[in-house]
């Protein structure tokens, strides 16, 4: 039980810590997400659904998400020109450039974990991988990125396989 209330307490820390670190951009951990997925693909771009898939979130929250990402002009909404039924969200200039700007300010903040160093960083990574492993959240082969990995656009920050930096999915 101790060991369940320490990863819970410390999952209330950090996002505290991150959501904190945000709030002056004026982003969620949830907007940052999805703006960080997007500033790590390849075209800026992604289907919808498979942003839910990457988040592990319902569509709806994706949806939730996006509407309010474009109603600040972020993020767009696209029909993809290979397959006219899938809706891709695409970021805009101006998410780059904050997203960028939100990522600094959380590499400033450690992600909200100032006092670990990147060896303990990674220790806690691995242990917390065995639980996600065992719990059927992540391929037990899946390689995660190295520490201090960096996205196209040179920022820092673990997509843990999906681009996106997330407290239970990298420390």
């Known amino acids: 039980m101790a060991a369940v209330t320490s990863v819970m307490r410390a999952q ?8 904190d670190t945000l709030k002056p951009y ?3 951990f949830a907007a940052y997400e999805a703006l960080r997925l997007l500033a790590f693909s390849r075209r800026g771009s992604l289907p919808m659904g498979k942003m839910g898939e990457r988040l592990m979130v319902h569509p709806a929250s ?11 002009g972020l993020v767009e909404r696209r029909l993809s020109p290979d397959d006219r039924r899938v809706v891709l969200a695409t970021i ?11 990522t600094e300010a959380l590499n400033q903040a450690s992600f909200g974990l100032p006092s670990l160093t990147a060896g303990q960083a990674a220790e806690l990574t691995s ?7 065992a719990g059927g959240d992540a391929a037990a082969g899946a390689r995660l990125p190295a520490a201090g990995a960096r996205d196209r656009e040179g920022q820092a920050g673990d ?13």
Not at 12 to 19: C, F, G, I
């Open 12 to 19: 209330q820390l950090l996002l505290s810590r991150v959501e």
């Open 26 to 28: 004026g982003l969620t």
């Open 62 to 72: 994706v949806t939730n998400a996006i509407t309010r990402l474009e109603q600040r």
């Open 92 to 102: 805009t200039p101006a998410g780059q450039a904050l997203v960028r700007e939100a």
């Open 127 to 133: 242990t917390l991988r065995a639980l996600r492993v």
């Open 159 to 171: 997509p843990g396989g999906t681009g996106v930096a997330h407290p239970d999915r990298q420390a």
